[in-house]
């Protein structure tokens, strides 16, 4: 059995003096000073807010920049939108920083949890956040901080805290991963509702800098109702000779519990039942650290464990952090400010490295990457941009990547394909069965791929000149707000988008560009797209009819699938980056039409369909999960369209789209139905901006002869630039 308290041993330190016998201090002098300092405090103002305990970011809505980016409009002092004890001044300021804690996890490499305190990697602690979640057993000061292991808390319903109901598990992820790393260090990340932090945060997140972990331990803790077993880690700074910059400013080192290696010493003491050594960590009294002991944090008086302060040498203790042994811990870049990506030999400049975001090099604000031209600087009092042009993706990429892709799943058996033959493209469809269908065989819509032959790929003006020609354009492309658009847990979009044509309201807010301002390539894809969808409505009698041969019991009723097509008049772009996806969803607004057609340029990528929770569709041993198994897989390569037709389909079924490559445009085009939007100028709006322009107006896409035509003479033509 591995010892329960893991540690640097005590005589790897040089030996100093005890506090105990150190004629000029006294232990309770010292816990008192290494616990409050005396310094004159100030005051956190209070705000309005401040009663319902949500820290409000120093941030506004997104305004246009250069780039396209968005800066926020910050406050002076973020952090005195909270009810906290009275803070300091600090020594100094982070050399990195964030209000937000996506662009945190996007921009920093050793901190990627969006969820939990601690990152974890191969089981391997990189980065640490301390924010609301501090407890009474926790401690801060300027070189040490005590905290626990994080995970198995639950939310109080009579208080509302997070309280432990369970003994945490040495099998728990964080627990196994602090307990083997012991002797390493990590980078710990402060966020403003740590009110053990005793200055004044200047931002939400603020990076504290390397720590390195010298003991994990076990204790008991009042938990909910009976004590609790939790596990404990000490952590101490690095670098012991540069002060902190959350130091109070004006501080003693004394005050601000910064300390040599070798000026006091915790001694260990052995447990005479198991015969395991542990350090003397508690002011009261020692106890057994070892959980599987029979004498597991028995004092030798009465102790209450809900008042235990810690031995102030344990406090006090440095050691030596051993830099050549940990470096062959961690496989990570642990730099506080990461290496700036740079476009090597063989790459374009859209692999996954240069989708994430960076921290300014000018004041330290992690950026997530928003803008498809590069980053800019979300601090208002900062101008810093930077511009990463993408190199020309060539077709063999998506060539190479396409013989890389795995062959799909067949279809849930209740969707049977059905194949056309046609001059200019592979066309499939899929049906796509409603509810109840074992009882009662119906369908709420289809979905119909079309796969082009390689001399649509390949002809003059074909989809490889419009994949050529779309990477050369400059759009607005943005990555969105897509959850908790006003608070620090903001999560944006993995993919960029920007829309033309009539503007509605997506799940997440997106510019929107009338269809006169839209680049000639945009046009095209409508134009073709529109064939798409035309083609799709055209068969659908033909489909249900040869689904009711083929099953006389199908009970699809009349007008569930429209047999009449609704004119596109909206675009939404969408641009992928390698690993980028777009995660399970509908296209069932109100304002939508019942068709829903989508181009794929570039990398290849998989399109999965999904019944949608609660619906008895498919497989429903999943039934009440938000994301279920996908019953149908579509490969979409490069110069593939596929149609959804049937508004039932939006209603049963989300669907979700992974990029299989490093650089995707998708093209998709919906009906906005004016009549639906109530407000009479955004009315108007979709009417004047849904407009086909003059010129396209007048031009039609023939995909069984792959032409541009005149919708006059039926004569080939070459469509507008």
């Known amino acids: ?118 990152y974890t990697s191969g089981r391997v602690p990189y980065g640490l956040l301390v924010d609301a979640g501090v407890d009474i057993r926790d401690h801060f ?32 992820a964080p627990v ?51 004590p609790v077993k939790q596990c404990m880690v000490r952590l101490e700074k690095v ?74 040498n344990f406090l006090r203790e440095r050691m030596e952090y051993n830099e050549a042994n940990d470096n062959n811990h961690n496989t990570k870049d642990l730099r506080l400010v990461p290496k700036f990506p740079e476009v090597g030999e063989g790459q374009f400049g859209c692999e996954k490295e240069f989708k994430a975001g960076v921290v300014c090099p000018k004041c330290g604000c992690c950026n ?98 419009l994949y050529k020609a779309t990477q050369a354009l400059v759009m607005p492309l943005k990555r969105r707000g897509a959850k908790n658009t006003d608070g620090t847990r903001e999560e944006v979009t993995s993919h960029f988008s920007v829309n033309y044509g009539a503007p509605y309201k997506f799940g997440v807010h997106v510019d929107s560009y009338p269809f006169d301002a839209a680049p000639g390539e945009i046009m095209n894809a409508l134009i073709r797209l529109t064939w798409a969808g035309q083609k799709a409505v055209a068969i659908t009698e033909d489909v249900l009819k040869s689904i009711k041969d083929k099953n006389t019991k199908d009970n699809t009723a009349e007008g569930v699938i429209p047999t009449e097509f609704e004119p596109f008049n909206e675009e939404l772009v969408l641009g992928y980056f390698q690993r980028s996806k777009i995660g399970a969803h509908d296209d069932g607004e109100k304002e939508l039409g019942p068709t829903v057609a989508t181009l794929s340029l570039g990398s290849p990528s998989v ?17 009440g999960t938000k994301v279920r198994f996908p019953m149908l897989d579509i490969n979409l390569l490069h ?15 989300n669907h979700s789209v992974v990029s299989m490559g490093i ?16 407000d009479a100028a955004r009315r108007e709006k979709a009417e004047s901006d849904g407009k086909i322009p003059e010129g396209w107006d007048r031009i039609r896409y023939d995909g069984d002869r792959d032409r541009f035509e005149s919708k006059e003479t039926g004569e080939a033509i070459t469509p507008p630039s």
């Open 1 to 118: 059995m591995a010892p329960t308290l893991h540690s640097v041993s005590s005589d790897q330190a040089t030996t100093g003096l005890d506090a105990k016998s150190n004629p000029n201090t006294s232990p309770g002098k010292l816990m008192a000073q290494d616990s409050a300092l005396t310094l004159e405090p100030i005051r956190s103002r209070k705000r309005k807010n401040e009663d319902d305990g949500e820290y409000q970011p120093t941030s506004a809505p997104h305004n246009k920049r250069r780039l396209g980016g968005t800066k926020r409009n910050a406050r002076e002092n973020p952090s005195d939108q909270l009810t906290l004890p009275e803070k300091y001044e600090p020594h100094g300021q982070p050399e990195v920083w964030c209000d937000q804690r996506t662009p945190l996890n996007d921009a920093l490499p050793y901190y990627k949890s969006h969820q939990s305190s601690l």
């Open 141 to 172: 000061s300027s070189q040490v901080i005590i905290t626990t292991a994080g995970g198995g808390r639950t939310r109080d319903d009579e208080t509302g805290k997070m309280v432990r109901f369970e003994d945490q598990k040495p099998t728990s």
């Open 176 to 226: 196994s991963a602090l307990m083997s790393s012991v002797g390493h260090r990590l980078v710990v990340i402060a966020g403003a509702k740590n009110r053990l932090i005793t200055v004044k945060m200047p931002h939400y997140y603020c990076v504290l800098g390397h720590f390195w972990i010298t003991h994990v331990w076990w204790e008991m803790y009042p938990g909910k109702g009976v």
């Open 239 to 312: 670098d012991l000779e540069e002060r902190s910059w959350f130091a109070p400013k004006g501080s003693s080192p004394e005050q601000a519990g910064e300390f040599k290696v070798g000026e006091y010493t915790c001694k260990e003491l052995t447990c005479e039942a198991c015969k395991l050594s542990s350090k003397d960590i508690y002011k009261d009294a020692w106890a057994c650290a070892n959980p599987e002991c029979a004498k597991f944090f028995h004092f030798n008086k009465d102790v209450d464990i809900s008042k235990l302060e810690y031995n102030v």
């Open 368 to 465: 997530s990457r928003r803008n498809w031209e590069g980053w800019s600087c979300s601090n208002t009092s900062c101008d810093w941009e930077k511009e990463m042009p993408i190199g020309e993706i060539p077709l063999s990429q998506s060539e190479g990547e396409n013989q890389k892709l795995k062959k799909t799943k067949p279809p849930h058996a209740s969707i049977v394909p059905w194949s056309f033959k046609h001059n200019n493209y592979q066309m499939t469809v899929y049906p796509l069965p409603g509810e109840n269908f074992d009882e009662q065989p119906n369908h709420v819509g289809f979905a119909m791929h079309f796969r082009p032959y390689e001399e649509v790929l390949k002809r003059d003006g074909g989809m490889d000149d």
């Open 607 to 623: 399109m999965r369909f999904m019944p949608k929770k609660h619906k008895n569709i498919g497989d429903t041993s999943d039934i």
């Open 639 to 653: 110069g593939d369209m596929i149609v959804m037709h049937g508004a039932g389909i939006q209603k049963m079924y």
């Open 663 to 678: 650089h995707r445009f998708a093209l998709t085009c919906r009906h906005i139905r004016k009549e639906t939007i109530p």
